[in-house]
């Protein structure tokens, strides 16, 4: 921690007015209050405590952590975790629910939600959120090793991280006993990974969607980054059907392999500009029965992403187009034809929208004053994350690190060091809390 809330009262003073000034602006109650109000935010004895609670409590943080990364929650079997996450949440005083998705969503009702329809634009509420899922399959070990202050461990960091954080937070509210001006949801959100592609995102954003003022997703570790910019992207599926048959006796009928490879060839030609950045992936391949059989069945799965959506369509013609090519050309190649045709289908197996966050929006201006109190400096990225949701369609979101340090993301030698962790936990509270507001007190 570089700031220390006794030498700097002043410049946290001027932070937190163009903070709360920025990002109140809709709710009546904070509108009504005057800017030397405003400013005494800053000097809150239930900031001071909650900043406080954050860094005496690491310890707890860090058991959490492993507690949750222990328990395995592959994308679409995240129900375990899930449930452990509600308990902890219920153990913070949050009214808690489990969706009919999977999402674990704990309520902090804000004082001006009733006021909310009348307010300028009806958005009463933030959430803050952290993905349950991981990469790994069910059966992986996801016990946690130590290795001097390292700890390694599949889903470790990715996003033990960001749940330890979440209910941190939830306790830090309640520990400090904040009543938010705007409705705060703790959610613990299913679906982020792969081919989940966001749906716990996805149902979040249909149920609460014109309520929702900013989504603050918790993802991974480090402070060094906010996620500001959604890339979109698409994953397809080409699957390539035929007869099958013996490969010495059936020579000549057309091979789906075969018919996949020539497509692959043609389609990883394919020109794609470096401005605005777009990338494909054939990430995997299967198929066939054995080395002497001539296959029924090959499959290819493709990833493309693009700062354009634009470039993201043409990209994803491009693959229709050449997986189609490449079994006419292996069908007119194939010596002969009687013994059966080829089928295939291109299917769209996931689809993660773009969009970008204002450069001039309230959760921006939060995040850079928290950075500066903190005395953090980070960079806007564009990533694909849970934000892409909430992005597209046009509401306040961000993807931030939950603090402390790891990498080896999505490997089974994923790890994290906890050290310096109460900065990252800190930073996320006060973007959290220069968006929600606290409610005066009575
Ligand atoms: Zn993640």
């Not at 349950?132 to 992986?140: E, R, Y």
């Not at 149920?207 to 890339?231: E, F, M, N, Q």
């Not at 959506?309 to 034809?337: F, K, N, W």
Request: charged residues 20%; aromatic residues 4%; neutral net charge.
């Amino acid at each position: 921690m570089r700031t220390s809330p006794h030498n700097s009262t002043m410049k946290q003073a001027i932070l937190w007015v163009i903070l709360v000034t920025m990002t109140a602006h809709s709710s009546r109650a904070y509108a009504s209050q005057s800017l030397p109000d405003r400013a005494r935010l800053a000097e809150q004895p239930q900031v001071q405590a909650a900043l406080e609670w954050l860094q005496k409590n690491v310890a707890s943080v860090n058991e959490t952590q492993i507690r949750l990364t222990e328990i395995p929650a592959p994308s679409f079997q995240e129900g375990a975790r899930a449930a452990a996450v509600k308990s902890m949440f219920e153990q913070a005083g949050l009214r808690t629910e489990i969706d009919s998705t999977g999402n674990v969503v704990a309520t902090l009702p804000g004082a001006a939600t009733a006021a909310a329809s009348s307010s300028s634009d009806g958005r009463d509420t933030i959430v803050l959120s952290a993905h349950l899922d991981t990469v790994f399959p069910a059966g992986t070990d996801v016990k946690v090793q130590h290795e001097g202050d390292r700890w390694i461990a599949p889903g470790i960091s990715d996003n033990g991280t960001g749940l330890a954080a979440l209910v941190a937070l939830a306790r830090a509210f309640r520990a400090a006993q904040i009543k938010p001006q705007l409705t705060i949801l703790f959610v613990a959100n299913v679906g982020e990974e792969g081919e989940g592609n966001l749906r716990g995102m996805r149902a979040l954003v249909d149920t609460y969607g014109p309520r929702l003022k900013a989504v603050i997703a918790l993802d991974g570790s480090g402070t060094d980054h906010v996620t500001t910019k959604a890339l979109a992207s698409r994953r397809l599926e080409a699957v390539i059907t035929g007869p099958g048959g013996h490969s010495w006796s059936d020579f000549g009928m057309p091979n789906p392999i075969n018919a996949l490879v020539r497509g692959s060839v043609r389609f990883i030609s394919t020109k794609v500009p470096a401005a605005p950045r777009t990338t494909f992936n054939l990430g995997q391949i299967e198929g066939g029965t054995s080395i002497n059989s001539i296959p029924h069945e090959a499959r290819l799965k493709v990833d493309i992403r693009s700062e354009s959506e634009p470039e993201l369509t043409r990209l994803e013609s491009a693959l229709r187009e050449c997986i189609s090519a490449g079994v006419r050309d292996e069908m007119e190649a194939a010596r002969d034809r009687s013994k059966g045709k080829l089928e295939f289908k291109v299917e769209l197996l996931g689809s993660r929208p773009g969009g970008d966050l204002r450069p001039d929006s309230p959760l921006l201006v939060a995040l850079r004053a928290a950075d500066d109190y903190v005395g953090n400096q980070s960079r806007a990225e564009r990533s694909s994350t849970d934000a892409n949701i909430p992005l597209a369609q046009g509401i306040d979101a961000i993807s931030i690190g939950a603090g402390g340090n790891g990498g080896g993301a999505h490997s089974l030698q994923e790890w994290y060091e906890p050290a310096g962790r109460e900065m990252g936990l800190q930073r996320a509270f006060l973007t959290l809390v220069g968006m929600s507001g606290i409610a005066p007190k009575k």
